[in-house]
């Protein structure tokens, strides 16, 4: 039997009024308005056109057909944005939201969603209040710092740090921390974008402090080191360790001082996973803490607020007062302010931090990283022979 002409098929494909009486189509009819299921209609439909212009020459399937223009419409209904179950094995994995909240978070999120509050409010002097003032005492509580200032992600936090301190002026880094921390955040283009010089020093695997003191000149605005949170260089290699960079630049602003010039060189470290407990003794996740970097001699430390805090997406600075008033006032930081919820999560996630065994149990992300191997193999191997028990076999 000879194919069914091209012209004979296409003149076969049924009206999308038609597919749209059908009884699965029109079983849809009360979820989603009309006009939309009428274009994932009119979408099958043309999929079914482009597949006989294509060369097909298989007989239009009426049902077929809807069954498809259901699929559409089914997936128009899903939310883009659900859960998933992370089988990665990666804890902090920014694809899949990075950091879970914990349930006092969830729980003043919904509170600060739901209702009023007192975002801008201070009820005590019955004025207008800062929504800076939420976190910031928890924290310098718990870095030991003087002010802080919490802004949309860290990255944001690195541009307003270059834009207010380094912008028309030099900013020396190593050549072996210029990373890419992923999604276009590559440390030269937001030195270019903040209009800050970058002053590149050293080679890709050993920096060295000479390396550093011969970069400085009357225009060095800061010394910048940057965490390569996503990579390590091992073997032959060094980097300068906070105490010799602050010496460096105690150093110089000691020459300026002399000098009559009253600019100071600042050193700044973008810490990128900003942990506040240190989880060395747990193996492998032995990041310096946001408080031994400032005890190290750091004037400013930024970090992300849903890395290693497992926390909600934020970007958090932490300094001298006088450094932070600043960064308050700069333009970029009521562009890139927190919104209601992320701060109440921010807050109820720091307030779990002032009792360091609480927020070890009740932090997700930490829960999961502090967890024993042990206790993580028994768990899979429960899952994987449920598993079993639940697919039947050859399902898999
Ligand atoms: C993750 C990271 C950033 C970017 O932080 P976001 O919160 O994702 O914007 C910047 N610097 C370093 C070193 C990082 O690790």
Do not use: W
């Not at 049902?63 to 223009?69: I, P």
């Not at 990075?98 to 999120?109: I, K, Q, T």
Request: hydrophobic letters at 45%; one cysteine or more; charged letters at 25%.
């Amino acid at each position: 039997m000879a194919p069914t002409p091209a012209r004979d098929l296409l003149r076969s494909l049924p009206p999308v009024e038609e597919v749209l009486r059908s009884p699965q189509v029109s079983a849809l009819a009360p979820l989603l308005p009309h006009d939309i299921l009428a274009d994932c209609v009119r979408d099958a439909v043309d999929a079914v056109r482009s597949a006989i212009l294509a060369g097909s020459r298989e007989p239009v399937d009426g049902a077929a057909l809807a069954d498809d223009a259901c699929a559409r419409a089914l997936a128009c209904l899903r939310p883009s944005l659900r859960r998933v179950v992370n089988a990665t094995g990666v804890v902090v994995h920014t694809n899949l939201g990075r950091s879970p909240l914990a349930d006092e978070a969830v729980h003043a999120v919904t509170e600060a969603a739901r209702g009023y509050s007192t975002l801008e409010y201070d009820t005590d002097a019955m004025a207008r209040g800062s929504r800076h003032d939420h976190v910031e005492g928890l924290l310098c509580a718990l870095t030991g710092a003087e002010a802080a200032i919490a802004v949309n992600n860290n990255a944001a936090a690195v541009v307003m740090v270059l834009a207010e301190f380094a912008q028309g002026r030099e900013a020396v880094v190593s050549r072996g921390e210029l990373v890419e921390i992923g999604g276009s955040f590559r440390i030269p283009d937001i030195m270019a974008f903040s209009r800050a010089r970058m002053v590149e020093v050293g080679a890709t695997n050993k920096t060295h402090a000479a390396d550093y003191e011969r970069a400085l000149t009357p225009d060095t605005a800061m010394l910048l080191k940057v965490h390569p949170s996503n990579y390590r260089i091992v073997g032959f290699s060094e980097q300068v360790g906070m105490r010799e960079m602050r010496a460096l630049a105690d150093a110089e602003n000691e020459r300026r001082r002399a000098a009559g010039v009253e600019d100071e060189v600042l050193v700044y470290e973008d810490q990128g996973s900003g942990a506040f407990i240190n989880l060395a003794c747990f193996g492998a996740y032995a990041e310096p803490t946001v408080a031994e970097s400032l005890r190290g001699g750091c004037d400013l430390v930024s970090f992300s607020g849903d890395k290693l805090l497992g926390g909600p997406q934020a970007g958090i600075v932490v300094g001298s007062k006088q450094l932070i008033d600043r960064l308050k006032k700069n333009p970029l930081a009521r562009a890139m302010r927190l919104d209601k919820m992320t701060l109440a999560a921010l807050e109820a996630t720091l307030r779990l931090y002032l009792d360091p065994e609480r927020a070890l149990a009740a932090i997700p992300t930490l829960r999961m990283l502090s967890e024993p191997d042990g206790a993580v193999r028994e768990r899979a191997e429960r899952l994987a022979d449920a598993l079993r028990r639940a697919v039947p076999a050859g399902c898999t």
